[in-house]
């Protein structure tokens, strides 16, 4: 089996892999795989070579969403792992500062940064990319009929 789940420790080893390729980097928490997230990460693989997932803490989700994540990192990172547009997977610790985010950026050195339309953090990452000359693209619309919240509200 493919190594495709990552410790952040390793993304020296993770970059040496996709050397030479055009690199997808994007990150989120993923708890509840939904269409928006499948149509999301389809789209940004149609943007290089190699789709990687910086893939957000438990106590990300706690802190940042403010509930318990229905599945552990672990867990999702192997749903992830499984789905045929997702090369690898990073193992994200939790980031008190956008600092934690500038340093994967600068450590993964991607080509592109995909994200939503309308990402609230899109200028913070657009600073980011520009730091490792990276594209930031707009892979795909947001659908608010499929998200986690809404999905975890109707249930």
């Not at 789209?43 to 403010?66: M, N, T, W, Y």
């Not at 994967?104 to 520009?130: F, N, S, W, Y």
């Amino acid at each position: 089996m493919k190594q495709s789940i990552w410790k952040y420790e390793s993304i020296e080893n993770l970059r040496q892999k996709w050397a030479g390729k055009k690199i997808v980097l994007s990150g989120g928490c993923f708890d509840v795989i939904h269409y928006g997230h499948f149509s999301f990460l389809r789209d940004a693989k149609r943007h290089g070579d190699v789709l990687i997932i910086a893939l957000e803490s438990d106590e990300s989700i706690l802190k940042r969403k403010k509930r318990k994540p229905i599945h552990t990192q672990q867990h999702r990172a192997e749903i992830l792992a499984s789905l045929d547009v997702v090369d690898d997977v990073i193992l994200l610790p939790f980031f008190n500062s956008d600092e934690g985010y500038s340093g994967l950026v600068r450590l993964m050195c991607p080509t592109v940064v995909a994200v939503t339309a309308g990402d609230p953090h899109i200028e913070k990452k657009r600073r980011q990319a520009a730091q490792v000359g990276a594209a930031v693209v707009e892979v795909t619309r947001l659908l608010p009929e499929f998200s986690t919240s809404k999905i975890l509200a109707d249930s």
